[in-house]
């Protein structure tokens, strides 16, 4: 080795050595599946974090992949390696508990709810939801709503029909409107928007106490109250289109938006969507109800980001969870996002019509949680519902899918 | 000195010696470890599924037990039978638009050496680019389905990849006699080509061996049910457009392998048939496809073995919930890393390895021993 080539080599070690640990400190990575039309609302985020803390580098490690199917999976490989992010994105109750909580992964955060005082900010249906084992384990971001039925208002008046409130309404409507050549009234998309009616018709039969009984194991699936959900959403799947699992579930709303189909049940991103992405006016261009038979209800779904255990910047990352269970965090991303602050304080005049009216649901309706969106059941059962959901597809037999259901639930030990 | 003579073997080893430490570890190290999961209860409990360190009992064969015989793992089943069907119809489509394209482009037509480059291109795709090429040309509204209307016909309506239709349904209890049956037919198979080629005690042996297979088939498989309950098993329509999609970047292939294989065929050997008589019927089925048998042989061992592993064509065309056209390799994945049930996922995989290794090792075994010879 000739000397000035070892002289550099020497110093480029020692300035490693010399940086390595103080730039270590000076890091957050965030772990997340918000990109594409969720981009800017976490960029807004983390634009008001690095002010606040310029001399803190955030790391944004997303990995796209609706409902984070893909960034699940990297995040476990993650996690089993050693290697966790600083903080993660993650459905708020059991995909959080089932998953991770269980496993002894994670950081109690209740000092952290009773130190900013979010303990009287964030409603307590959602607290608990949270909390296990004497403890809160990750901040909520938004508030999604599940239950809810979109449709155009000026297409329903041209064909004489108003949103029915019931299933049995909408069924009827929706043979009205079959007469009168919607061939497919109800717009579904892929694999998962059939789990995701399956919930707003689960919960229109069964109504939220029967619904929170199936998920603590007190209903059980073969229960007839319970099978006829299944006979119930093969009727309603009557009136479905036939290529749904081709369809995105934005392709599937933009039918019920050009007027092939009349309703289209999804979460309330599809808000986000119509309003922000396609420029339509929130009561104009889209009307809402909450799905058939879950008037009063509100199925909710939250992000939330927790803290793992053994993380390289501990204080930067509970830093990040401050800013993100603040008032003006909130208020900052969720506008954007298209979904509403799960503190009871925020600022609605920031945000649209649809948002507002679903705020006010927030707080006077009765709170559920969702199946599709990880709340209610542990990832486990969740992963397992798409094989129940074939089993009835292929066999539109109501009591072999209930069944099937329950063997899951029995494996897996739901609500113990 | 003494070791000096053995230098060479020395530095040999010590130059192969890394990439034996790699493969020992990387490669055996990860088959016994996942060997081992797929033993264990690892995922069972949730609360040890995702611990840093997760205790795990160790629960025997109870994995494999569950996904042939158990009531939730009709999808495994399903999926088993999907890659039986799948592997089947794309060695046969691999093979034959492989060899008619070879045939073509022998023919030497002109502008040969661009159509050989136009056959062979879609081999130099990703799994990735094929399945959203054709993701989007067999969406049920557009794309193929459309063909028709250029001729003056109405569009098709078959729904490619969406369609939940089923043909050639059997009870998955049926199936140690229908094993049973094939393993007997293919025996008496090869007792017939033994006897044709005058190996008279070999032909006895397999014959013999078909017949006690029958008769096992017969007489005890039927009283052996997996399932206490029917379930219907098929070839999943949906399947068609990924057939199609994994011949059309694979055939290519084939035609190269081929291609090479007819340019070996000695100019004399085909003179001496044209001048017997032969016309290119007989010139082809006599002559050349014979002597193209290892070419074949090759060919059905690296085609089969992608079609069992297939993963990533299938994940970008249906998604990985799509399951009508769900394949073992994609349930693996969904089993392990969105269910957290490691153990159960290590089992598929391990089946899987089963499988390629049934393809693969009597064909390195084969090369092997060539090669002694040689």
């Known amino acids: 080795m000739n000397r000035p080539g070892s002289f550099f080599l020497a110093a480029a070690l020692a300035s490693l050595f010399a940086t390595a640990p103080a730039r270590a400190q000076d890091k957050l990575e965030i772990f997340s599946w918000w990109a594409g039309d969720e981009g800017p609302a976490l960029k807004a985020l983390i634009d008001l974090y690095s002010k606040k803390y310029p001399n803190i580098q955030v790391i944004n490690s997303t990995v796209t992949g609706g409902s984070g199917v893909n960034a699940r999976a990297v995040l476990k490989t993650r996690m089993l390696g050693g290697d966790p992010p600083d903080s993660f994105q993650v459905h708020a109750g059991q995909e959080l508990i089932g998953t991770w909580v269980v496993a002894n992964r994670m950081e109690d955060l209740s000092d952290l709810f009773k130190s900013e005082g979010w303990m009287a900010q964030f409603p307590k249906g959602l607290i608990a939801l949270l909390s296990a084992r004497n403890g809160i384990w990750s901040v909520p971001v938004n508030i999604h709503r599940s239950n809810v039925m979109w449709y155009v208002p000026a297409n329903l008046k041209k064909w004489g029909v108003s949103p029915p409130k019931t299933l049995d309404e909408f069924m009827a409507t929706c043979k009205t409107l079959q007469g009168k050549g919607v061939q497919h009234p109800l717009a579904l998309g892929e694999n998962w928007t059939y789990n995701h009616l399956w919930e707003s018709v689960a919960l229109g039969v069964l109504g939220p106490e029967d619904w929170t009984a199936l998920w603590t194991g007190k209903l059980k699936f073969n229960d007839p109250k319970a099978v006829k959900v299944w006979a119930t959403f093969g009727q309603v799947l009557e009136f479905a289109n036939p290529d749904a699992s081709g369809l995105s579930w934005q392709q599937a709303t933009d039918r019920m938006l050009k007027g092939t189909a009349a309703f289209n049940v999804m979460g309330d991103w599809a808000a986000g969507y119509m309003a922000t992405t396609l420029k339509l006016k929130p009561g104009e261009g889209f009307g809402w109800e909450a799905s058939p038979g879950t008037g009063g209800v509100f199925m909710m779904l939250s992000d939330s980001f927790g803290l793992p255990k053994g993380v390289k910047h501990r204080d930067a990352a509970l830093k990040w969870l401050r800013e993100l269970g603040s008032k003006e965090g909130q208020d900052t991303f969720n506008p954007l996002k298209g979904s509403i602050a799960a503190r009871l304080d925020s600022d609605l005049s920031k945000y649209n019509a649809y948002l507002q009216s679903a705020a006010k649901d927030w707080k006077t309706n009765k709170v559920v949680g969702s199946l599709a969106h990880g709340a209610v059941a542990p990832e486990a059962f969740a992963s397992q519902f798409g094989t129940v959901m074939e089993i009835f597809l292929a066999s539109k037999n109501a009591e072999a899918a209930a069944n099937a259901a329950q063997a899951i639930a029995d494996q897996v030990g739901l609500g113990k | ?374």
């Open chain 2, 1 to 374: 000195m003494r070791w000096r003579k053995h230098t060479n073997q020395i530095t040999g080893f010590l130059v192969v010696l890394p990439s034996i430490v790699l493969v020992a570890v990387f490669v055996y190290g990860f088959i016994g470890r996942a060997l081992w999961a797929s033993l264990t209860d690892w995922g069972k409990d949730p609360s040890q599924a995702l611990a840093l360190n997760p205790v795990t009992r160790f629960i025997g064969l109870q994995n494999y037990r569950e996904l042939f015989t158990g009531f939730i793992d009709g999808r495994f089943r399903q999926d088993m039978v999907s890659t039986v069907f799948f592997t089947v119809f794309f060695l046969a489509g691999c093979l034959l638009f492989g060899l008619l394209l070879a045939i073509l482009i022998d023919h030497k037509p002109r502008g040969e050496a661009l159509f050989r480059g136009v056959f062979l291109f879609p081999f130099a795709l990703s799994f990735v680019v094929t399945g959203t090429i054709w993701r989007w040309l067999l969406q049920p509204g557009g794309g193929v389905n459309q063909l028709p209307t250029l001729v003056g016909l109405r569009p098709a309506t078959f729904e490619w990849l969406t369609s939940r239709q089923q043909v050639w349904r059997f009870d998955w209890n049926d199936l140690p006699v229908i094993i049973g049956l094939l393993a007997a037919a293919t025996l008496a198979a090869v007792a017939v080509v033994a006897r044709r080629a005058g190996r008279r005690r070999r032909a006895i042996g397999f014959a013999l061996g078909s017949a006690a297979v029958l008769g096992l088939a017969v007489g005890v498989a039927p009283g052996w049910r997996p399932l206490p309950f029917p379930e219907l098993h098929g070839f999943n329509l949906a399947f068609i457009g990924i057939v199609v999609a994994a011949v059309w970047q694979m055939a290519g292939y084939t035609m190269a392998l081929y291609l090479a294989g007819l340019t070996g065929i000695p100019e004399e050997l085909r003179e001496a048939a044209v001048v017997e008589g032969a016309n290119e019927w007989q010139l082809y089925t006599r002559i050349i496809l014979p002597l193209m048998a290892p070419i074949t042989l090759s060919a059905m061992i690296v085609l089969g073995h992608i079609s069992l592993k297939i993963f990533d064509l299938v994940f970008a065309m249906a998604g990985p919930d799509n399951a009508w056209t769900d394949v073992p390799a994609l349930l693996m994945f969904i089993t392990t890393f969105r269910g957290n049930q490691f153990a159960k996922g290590a089992a598929i995989g391990v089946i899987l390895l089963v499988l390629v290794a049934m393809i693969i090792v009597p064909y390195l075994r084969s090369q092997l021993r060539k090669g002694v010879r040689e």
